[in-house]
């Protein structure tokens, strides 16, 4: 045999190799899963169903039920011991690859940030929230669908994805990173590094954004997202800003609708997203300084959510160095919202209007993220009770990612307990409908953070028929 003969064979060989490899990452799963003893929150219901059965067969629920379940003689038997099993929970508005940028200079620190450390950190924060159980997570801003590929074939752990790929942003918008020099100077034109690495993404016109949500499907986004209004991070945008003409909200509609899923906006008052909703947004990201009933109502008729970042209301945000410094932007925008708040939380009650789960956390150390993360949900708590948190959590949230459709990555039920739905699920120790910080809430944001990535009294979490964490 030559060189090159030889170069092939064992160039096919390698190839095969690596295929078998590949798919033996994926762990084999039991035929059945048997949970005994179990108190039931379906996610639904306010109530625990005690003393239940529930069967899981390969990564989806079979049945629930208070008498006994025959199951295979083979079946793995899980007792719970009178522990609550609930739906694993979902965080809608997670930014895995901006998380644990730990670095002063905030979003601008990307600049100087390599992929190999932003992608770290993001799997890193991808596997905390698995551990501390959240088992899907959606994504907001910059995750393409990379991860989530090694995380389903196995080779990775994490929870599900839900993402939108590049956020899209007009020039001078929220997702408008660029350095004054590549504004103003010499560099005039030329794109920053957070979009240079797909982060974000500037449109400006129809065209432009009907590109850019194309770009985002083409690259495994399962939905887009557009800023239509100012931010509270950036810099270039005032926060009472308007972003985004009708036309390209409407784009982005075009586009999503024709792949049968849905559009996200980042909005925070009655302007930005009233024109959103109007355009036929799905999904409004903050919405923290709505101060019109009339705008409520509409975000009900259209059946869209809100996903407030609650930790936003809190005058606890007023410690931060950033937020609650005197002399920096930042405090007046937090004041603005902080003052929203009980007028924000009636009209969001009275009205009954969707309200989504997510935390939203951006730039911080590790630790702080953690710590700002388990705030969220007991100001959540707070705010909206106990049980209506726990339906964010798990079924409104599992509503939220339905809305994407045909193109839903994961086209069974999530974030309930019911047959068909899948096997996405928590052992908790108590009762969450009693005590929201069985789960990790806490109510200070400034809490020495847990050293670990679990939660103490969440022993056990299963994703997709799979135990990734059994503490029993
Ligand atoms: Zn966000």
Redesign the pocket.
Known sequence: MNLSVITRVFGVAAMVLSVFTYAQDKAELPEQTLFKNVNVFNGVDKQLYKNYFVLVEKNRIKAVSPEPIAANAKAVVVDGSGRTLMPGLIDA?V?LNLQYLNNPAAIDGVSNMTWEEIGAMAYDAAQEFLYSGFTTVRD??GMHDGMRKHIESGTLIGPRMYLAGACISQTSGHGDWRTNAQVLGDDGNKVGQVQALGITTLADGADEVLKACRNNLAGGADFCKMMAGGGVTSMRDPLHSIQGTMDELKAMVTATSQWDTVGAV?AYHDDSVERALKAGMMSI?HGNLMVKKSTFKLVKKKGAFVVPAMAGFSEQLLKHPQYGNPDLPLRGKVMQIIENYDNWLKLANETNINIGYGT?V?VSSKLASRGIRDFQMGQFSEGFGNYKTLVALTSANGRLMALTGKNNPYPAKLGVIEQGAYADIILVDGNPLEDISVLGASFDMWAAPRASREIKSIPFVMKDGQVFLNKL
Do not use: F, I, T, Y
Request: glycine share 0%; with cysteine; hydrophobic share 25%.
């Open positions: 508005h930014h907001l801003c980042h990201e939203d951006v």
